[in-house]
C-alpha cells in the first residue's frame, strides 16, 4: 500500500472485537440515551436553546470510536505505536488543501446532479430560507446569512468541525483501517466505509439526514447512507494513507459536514431526502462514489 500509514502484517482480530465493542457501545449506548429522552425531534432542553440530543451527539455519540480506540490499546496491551496522532506537513500541504476543499467541489457537484434531476426543487431565490429567516426574526439580510454560511462552511469551519470529527476518525481511519488492511487495502477501505455507516443506524432511525416521511423508512435510510459512508470514508481513508495521520481525514469530515446543509437553502418544497440534495442522498453522493473508483483503482 502506498503512502506513510504502517499497517500489521496479519488480522489482529481480538483488537478490532475490542475496538468495535467499545466503540459501538459506547456510541449506540448515547444514542439509547437520546431516544428514551424524547430523540433527535422532542430532546429537552438543559439550557435556552440548547437541547439534550445537540450535546450529546457530537459529544458522547461521536467520540465512541475515539475510546474504543483508547481501550483497544489498553485491553489488548498494543501500547502507543502507530497512534497517528502527529500531524505531517513537509511535502504533503496537498493533503491538507483536499481535505479542505475537496468536500465542497463534490457536494457542490452532487447537488447540481440532484437538481438536474429535480429542476422543480431548484431556486436561485432562496424563497423558502428568506421566509424561514423572516419567520424566526432575524434582522440579518438572508443573502448575507447565506453568503457567511457559505464562506464559513469554506474556511473556518472545517477546522471547527474537525475537533469533534477527531473522535470518528481517530476510530474509523487511524485505527480500524489500517487494522483491516490484512484483507486487502481495498477491501478495508470498502469495510471500514460500510461498519462507519451502520454505526450512524440509531441516529438514522431517529431522523438524522433524512427525516422521517420518505418511503421505507428507516431501513432505506439506513441502506441509502452506507452509500455516502462507503465514497466518503474511501476519500478520509485516502487522506489518511497518504499522510500516515489523523489529521487530514479529521479536517476533511469536518469540511463534509460543515458544507453538506449548503445545497438547502436552494430548495422549493419538499426533497426527496434519500437522493438529495446534502451529499447523504444517493444521486448527490454520486460524485463521491467515482472518487472513491478512482482513488481505488489507483
Same mark, same amino acid.
Given at each position: 500500500m502506498d503512502g506513510r500509514l504502517e499497517t500489521p502484517e496479519r488480522l489482529e482480530r481480538r483488537r478490532i472485537a475490542v475496538f468495535l465493542a467499545v466503540a459501538f457501545g459506547v456510541s449506540w449506548a448515547t444514542g439509547l440515551a437520546i431516544w428514551l429522552t424524547g430523540g433527535l425531534a422532542d430532546s429537552p432542553e438543559i439550557a435556552e436553546? =440548547?437541547? $439534550? &440530543?445537540a450535546v450529546l451527539l457530537p459529544t458522547a455519540y461521536m467520540f465512541g470510536p475515539a475510546v474504543g480506540n483508547v481501550a &483497544?490499546?489498553? /485491553?489488548?496491551?498494543?501500547g502507543w505505536?502507530?497512534?497517528r *496522532?502527529? #500531524?505531517?506537513?513537509?511535502g504533503t500541504m496537498w493533503t491538507y488543501a483536499a481535505a479542505w476543499l475537496a468536500p465542497a467541489g463534490l457536494t457542490v457537484v452532487g447537488a447540481a446532479l440532484y437538481f438536474a434531476v429535480f429542476p422543480g426543487q431548484f431556486d436561485p431565490t432562496m424563497a423558502a430560507f428568506r421566509e424561514q429567516v423572516a419567520s424566526m426574526g432575524v434582522g440579518m439580510d438572508p443573502r448575507l $446569512?447565506?453568503? =457567511?454560511q457559505i464562506a464559513s462552511a469554506l474556511t473556518i469551519a472545517p477546522l471547527v468541525n474537525g475537533l469533534f470529527a477527531f473522535g470518528e476518525e481517530f476510530g474509523w481511519r487511524a485505527y480500524l *483501517? #489500517?487494522?483491516l488492511t490484512p484483507l486487502g487495502y481495498r477491501r478495508a477501505v470498502v469495510l471500514s466505509g460500510v461498519i462507519w455507516g451502520v454505526w450512524h443506524w440509531p441516529i438514522v432511525a431517529m431522523g438524522h439526514s433524512y427525516g422521517f416521511d420518505y418511503p421505507g423508512f428507516p431501513w432505506t435510510g439506513m441502506a441509502a447512507f452506507l452509500v455516502f459512508t462507503v465514497g466518503a470514508g474511501t476519500f478520509l481513508a485516502t487522506l489518511t494513507v497518504r499522510e500516515g495521520s489523523v489529521w487530514p481525514a479529521s479536517i476533511g469530515h469536518g469540511a463534509i459536514n460543515a458544507i453538506a446543509s449548503v445545497a438547502v437553502l436552494? /430548495? &422549493?418544497g419538499r426533497p426527496n431526502t434519500l437522493l438529495g440534495p446534502t451529499p447523504v442522498g444517493v444521486l448527490a &453522493? *454520486? #460524485?463521491w462514489l467515482a472518487v472513491a473508483a478512482w482513488l481505488l483503482r489507483r
Open positions: 436553546g =440548547i437541547t $439534550l &440530543a &483497544a490499546r489498553l /485491553v489488548t496491551g498494543e505505536d502507530r497512534h *496522532l502527529y #500531524p505531517e506537513f513537509e $446569512l447565506a453568503a =457567511i *483501517l #489500517p487494522k436552494f /430548495v &422549493a &453522493a *454520486l #460524485p
